[in-house]
């Protein structure tokens, strides 16, 4: 989901420069929203379940591309799925071009003893070269300041926005990105003090669960899961002041609308080239572990199995940085 939101920034300027292109964006219907703004693109959107199900359904996705008169391929995940729709369509005369993740430079930036600790290559310059390779000069198009409107529902339920209003996505895919929900319902009962309204974001029954319980503490902090689709989620957060996020796909959100983001790390670092496009480093609060990063995506468990990459981040340390932001 995350990387599907990171696409958008460099699809947007393709759009830009080249306008007499037909773009057409390969995707599940889910994932549109982040698209919202980029004028004259189509989506062909899969069907995994039914027609471009297994073997087969590989090549009739591949005939239903070809017949949306596709002739060149810009493979930005290169997964099993992807890499094989491309070599497919370039059997039939497409140009075909793909990824290079960078998986060799990332896994020496994950050893012990940081022998090649660096800033890598964006994942957003990363999708540009797919298009450059194609002969589209493109690059990351940061979001504009335009504020989208506010949810009717929030709008109904928690009235005029007068002061800050600040978003929190606590979670993430994996532990070794999630900071303790102990600590973070002090950073976000903190954070609350100062400002009009937090709203919290997430998604499934065990998420919801723990949001309610962080939303417990005060009356303005509100637990959003559930009650949006994606498209209000994104036009709440443009609304925001400030987002509080892990190294999650909230963190792109947050960047797809330009909304400031503070995130917080702990086993992965946004030297592997996942930070959100536009945003301030200065706003990723991380800890200068020796031990870390010691994953690109946070997969792995921790090495000594204490977490301490993120379970040694103050609470204050964050709400200071939230505050801080809401009063610029």
């Given at each position: 989901?995350?990387?599907?939101?990171?696409?958008?920034?460099?699809?947007?300027?393709?759009?830009?420069?080249?306008?007499?292109?037909?773009?057409?964006?390969?995707?599940?219907?889910?994932?549109?929203?982040?698209?919202?703004?980029?004028?004259?693109?189509?989506?062909?959107?899969?069907?995994?379940?039914?027609?471009?199900?297994?073997?087969w359904g590989l090549f009739r996705l591949a005939w239903d591309?070809?017949?949306?008169?596709?002739?060149?391929?810009?493979?930005?995940?290169?997964?099993?799925?992807?890499?094989?729709?491309?070599?497919?369509?370039?059997?039939?005369?497409?140009?075909?071009?793909?990824?290079?993740?960078?998986?060799?430079?990332?896994?020496?930036?994950?050893?012990?003893?940081?022998?090649?600790?660096?800033?890598?290559?964006?994942?957003?310059?990363?999708?540009?070269?797919?298009?450059?390779?194609?002969?589209?000069?493109?690059?990351?198009?940061?979001?504009?300041?335009?504020?989208?409107?506010?949810?009717?529902?929030?709008?109904?339920?928690?009235?005029?926005?007068?002061?800050?209003?600040?978003?929190?996505?606590?979670?993430?895919?994996?532990?070794?990105?999630?900071?303790?929900?102990?600590?973070?319902?002090?950073?976000?009962?903190?954070?609350?003090?100062?400002?009009?309204?937090?709203?919290?974001?997430?998604?499934?029954?065990?998420?919801?669960?723990?949001?309610?319980?962080?939303?417990?503490?005060?009356?303005?902090?509100?637990?959003?899961?559930?009650?949006?689709?994606?498209?209000?989620?994104?036009?709440?957060?443009?609304?925001?002041?400030?987002?509080?996020?892990?190294?999650?796909?909230?963190?792109?959100?947050?960047?797809?609308?330009?909304?400031?983001?503070?995130?917080?790390?702990?086993?992965?670092?946004?030297?592997?080239?996942?930070?959100?496009?536009?945003?301030?480093?200065?706003?990723?609060?991380?800890?200068?572990?020796?031990?870390?990063?010691?994953?690109?995506?946070?997969?792995?468990?921790?090495?000594?199995?204490?977490?301490?990459?993120?379970?040694?981040?103050?609470?204050?340390?964050?709400?200071?940085?939230?505050?801080?932001?809401?009063?610029?």
């Open positions: 989901m995350g990387a599907v939101a990171m696409t958008a920034p460099v699809i947007r300027d393709l759009r830009h420069k080249y306008p007499g292109v037909k773009i057409t964006v390969l995707t599940q219907p889910f994932y549109a929203p982040f698209f919202r703004g980029i004028r004259d693109m189509r989506f062909f959107h899969l069907n995994l379940k039914f027609r471009h199900k297994g073997f591309a070809r017949r949306e008169g596709v002739d060149a391929v810009a493979d930005m995940q290169d997964s099993f799925t992807s890499s094989s729709i491309r070599k497919l369509l370039e059997l039939r005369g497409c140009r075909v071009s793909h990824i290079d993740k960078g998986k060799g430079s990332k896994r020496r930036l994950c050893r012990r003893g940081h022998l090649n600790f660096h800033q890598l290559k964006t994942t957003h310059e990363r999708y540009a070269d797919v298009l450059r390779d194609l002969g589209f000069e493109v690059s990351p198009q940061t979001a504009s300041d335009i504020v989208l409107p506010v949810p009717l529902a929030i709008k109904y339920l928690h009235g005029k926005k007068t002061g800050p209003w600040v978003g929190v996505a606590p979670f993430a895919k994996h532990v070794a990105k999630v900071y303790p929900v102990e600590l973070m319902e002090q950073a976000v009962a903190q954070i609350a003090d100062g400002v009009q309204k937090v709203f919290i974001f997430g998604g499934g029954k065990e998420e919801e669960r723990l949001a309610a319980q962080i939303a417990s503490q005060r009356d303005n902090i509100v637990s959003v899961i559930g009650t949006m689709n994606l498209g209000d989620e994104l036009n709440l957060m443009s609304n925001l002041d400030v987002m509080l996020t892990m190294d999650s796909v909230a963190m792109q959100m947050g960047s797809l609308v330009g909304t400031p983001v503070v995130s917080v790390w702990g086993a992965t670092h946004p030297y592997a080239g996942f930070y959100g496009l536009g945003q301030d480093p200065a706003n990723a609060i991380q800890l200068p572990v020796e031990c870390r990063p010691c994953s690109v995506g946070g997969v792995l468990p921790c090495r000594d199995g204490s977490y301490r990459c993120l379970k040694d981040i103050e609470p204050a340390r964050i709400a200071e940085k939230v505050l801080y932001l809401c009063a610029k």
